[in-house]
């Protein structure tokens, strides 16, 4: 008899936690595991930062937080999202969690009920699909594919509403496309989702300054998006603080107050070092992130000329974040050096044996047909990944 509730025995475990902690395994027993499983910076935090967050020790600031953060970061935060993204938020509207997973899962938990339908543009960020299960929602995908840039379009968001959707959930830039939607394309979906004012709107924009677009465009700044969009954003992906655990929403205030509700019972405030520190990133001007950003933007090039050499892979040019999706359907139905390959997952248990580099299976992210490569690490690692990738295949 098993003691654990259905809740949990119904959750999937994260495919790119658990691929991640395969290639730890497997580095510890002596192989030479490439890895390109998880989205993280391979940047140090920058100093700016960590001075603030000493200063912060040293003025004492050890005590429990306000359940939705610090008043001073989110009033920085309401300047941020004017500054950036041409968003008007009051502090009300403001609440500051244990990351942007845990912001998620708040608005998840606070705004369905059994049985709402959720719209998940494929590919959507692994844990989307399995926090709208868990908080009783049905996630409805809107397949797309490389040849359309891995974005929907109006008509298929219109296709996709019934009178029981809720919301829809989207990235932009998207991990893990890395698909970056322009103003005239959210325009054409504000347009649609006008004709439709039940459907509430989750805009994570985390990856919003890992952009090679050169313009962003959040989707609350369409008019008549704003009272219906949650904007979901935080600072691990582009001051590289995965592990100090912020993230923010601006929504309206009683979907705020709903999230501060529910946290206050959960978690309470989040860490108050990393929520002075997160003070001074947020005021910074974008700009102390042009190097990183180049960066990246340099290894995207590397990586999508060197896939681009790899037969049958198809590639879509990333905008932003600092991920590649291509397609590898051409290799199902095959067999390879001995392995049959079924499917995307497969696949990616295919290139850890025998490239000894661990990607992650679209599947997790609902596209059967890609697997994720990250490109935060090295160009000298990157190169040597995809050499690994086009010997194995070849």
């Known amino acids: 008899m098993n003691p654990l509730s259905d809740r949990i025995n119904n959750l999937a475990v994260s495919q790119t936690l658990a691929m991640a902690a395969l290639a730890r395994e497997l580095k510890a027993q002596g192989k030479d595991i490439i890895s390109l499983s998880l989205g993280e910076p391979d940047f140090n935090t920058p100093e700016f930062i960590k001075e603030a967050a000493k200063r912060a020790i040293d003025e004492n600031y050890s005590t429990y937080t306000p359940v939705e953060g610090y008043l001073e970061l989110k009033e920085a935060i309401c300047k941020k999202f004017k500054r950036d993204n041409n968003l008007e ?30 719209i998940l543009p494929a590919p959507y960020w692994v844990s989307y699909f399995e926090i709208i299960k868990l908080s009783g929602g049905i ?38 496309s890395g698909s970056v939607y322009n103003r005239e394309e959210l325009t054409a979906l504000a347009a ?16 919003e300054h890992i952009n090679f677009s050169g313009t962003f465009c959040s989707i609350g700044s369409i008019p008549g998006m704003l009272e219906r969009t949650i904007t979901v954003n935080g600072v691990a992906k582009a001051f590289a603080m995965t592990g100090w655990r912020i993230g923010y929403i601006g929504a309206p205030e009683f979907i705020a107050k709903a999230c501060t509700k529910i946290q206050g019972q959960v978690t309470s405030g989040a860490n108050s070092i990393a929520q002075r520190a997160t003070i001074t990133a947020v005021e910074a001007d974008p700009s102390v992130l042009n190097d990183m950003v180049m960066a990246f933007k340099n290894r995207r090039d590397l990586v999508v000329g060197l896939v681009n050499q790899i037969p049958g892979f198809k590639l879509n040019v990333p905008e932003g974040a600092f991920y590649v999706f291509p397609d590898v359907s051409y290799y199902f139905g095959k067999t390879i050096k001995g392995t049959e390959i079924k499917d995307a997952t497969d696949f990616s248990m295919f290139l850890l044996a025998e490239a000894n580099v661990a990607t992650v299976t679209g599947d997790a992210f609902g596209n059967p047909n890609c697997i994720r490569f990250s490109y935060a690490t090295s160009e000298a690692l990157l190169t040597e990944a995809m050499r690994r990738i086009k010997e194995a295949v070849s």
Do not use: R
Not at 93 to 115: D, E, F, P, R, W
């Open 192 to 207: 649609v989702l006008e004709k439709h004012p039940h459907v509430y709107i989750v805009s994570d924009e985390i990856y």
């Open 139 to 176: 996630p409805v995908e809107v397949p797309t594919s490389v040849e359309s840039d891995f974005k929907i379009t109006p008509e298929q968001l219109e296709a996709a509403i019934t009178p029981k959707t809720k919301m829809m959930w989207f990235s932009s830039p998207c991990n893990p």
């Open 89 to 118: 938020y009051k502090a009300s509207q403001i609440v500051v969690s244990t990351g942007a997973k845990q912001s998620l899962y708040n608005i998840a938990q606070v705004m369905l009920n059994n049985g709402d339908e959720v």
